[in-house]
């Protein structure tokens, strides 16, 4: 039987002001920090502080038998800084049990390694070094944003000295080959690839509490069966942690399944482990192969959930266009700026897609609609472009220009 391994991710993007309210309120800042630390506040009520009790605890009755893992964004991280210190001291307590690993990504969430090699080592690197500030561990695996991930990724990953890197298991690279074993990315030596097993990830993230699945309901007995009935050497189950209470509801039960899994898992002969753990107890014998980028987010699972339409692909294409005068410019703030401007969701929230796709995005947007979505961006882009452009021509002339 398989092993299974856990993996949540853990973030919250920046929201926007938009120009008008910029003005009312009189504030030089871009950000609407009043959403962000209500946002995370009530996440922090619903999701973090009781799931991180529930999993410490977890960790704790079963002497380190129950194992998981958590990928937590840079920009999160800054939100609980300023707004919520208790908040990550309860992540800080829970990752000291010793049985969560921390995975890299980007810092910024970002699409970054598809428009600039050098932005993408930058934010890796941050965020490398803020989970080592931040918990002490040096993260070995590497998931990508929203686990954006192609044959060049996971090179990429193994030049950076990962030992493992997290994909979706898409359906069309498998070439009817189970999700449930590691893999090898073309070219690479070293380096092995976990693939998410989409069918069973979904049935927790999205279908748990849907009443006309055919599932429901879903008991931990039920869940741990099918399980121990799936091939391969590991289970990868990988979601947003936030499914915990804020997109399944405690009222639904999520929080007393979860808290049956070990046991259930016990009873069916199964066992936890994490990223690092599967990387070194199995061998990567197959060969995986994604020329073309794939990710976790919507039916297609490639990069239409943020680069679909001309909103998109407009904002996107202008903020990266500003790399060159923001290296020049030299300013940590307005890098700062730019460099959160970059963060995924702000393209997410641009989409037009319909059906259950479009639903998704709608109930992820803070704004009104996706072009208050683009709107806002632009104007903001727009603002930084300007003193981006300001800071260069009051930068000071190198003596050796000078006459």
Sequence with gaps: MPDVCLYFQVHQPNRLLSEDSRKIIKTPGYEDEAMNAQILSKVAEKCYLPANRMFQQLIEKNEGRFRMALSISGVVIEQMQRYRPDVLASFKELVATGGVELLAETYYHSLAFVHSNKEFDRQVDMHLQMIEDTFSIRPRVFRNTELIYNDHIAAKAETMGFDGV???????????????????????????????????????????????????????????????????????????????????????????????????????????????????????????????????????????AWMGNAMQQEAIQKVHQLEQEIVTANDPELTDIWAKMQTSDHFYWMSTKGGTDGKVHTYFTPYPSSKHAHSYFMNVLADLQARVRKALRNAPVPKTLAR
């Design 166 to 304: 997290i994909a979706e298991g898409v359906t069309a690279n498998l070439k009817g080959h189970s999700p449930n074993y590691l893999y090898r990315a073309p070219s690479t030596a070293r380096i092995k690839t976990l693939l998410r097993n989409t069918q069973l990830s979904d049935d927790l993230g999205f279908r748990f509490s849907d009443p006309t699945w055919s599932g429901f309901p879903l008991t931990p007995a039920k869940f741990a069966q099918w399980l121990s009935e799936c091939d391969g050497d590991l289970v990868n189950l990988f979601m947003d942690y936030e499914t915990i209470g804020e997109h399944q509801l405690e009222k639904h039960g999520i929080f007393k399944f979860w808290e049956a899994m070990p046991d259930a898992l016990d009873e069916a002969g199964l066992q936890w482990v994490t990223p690092s753990d599967a990387v070194e107890l199995y061998r990567a014998g197959r060969e995986y192969v994604s020329s073309a980028i794939s990710s976790w987010a919507d039916t297609e699972r490639d990069l239409s």
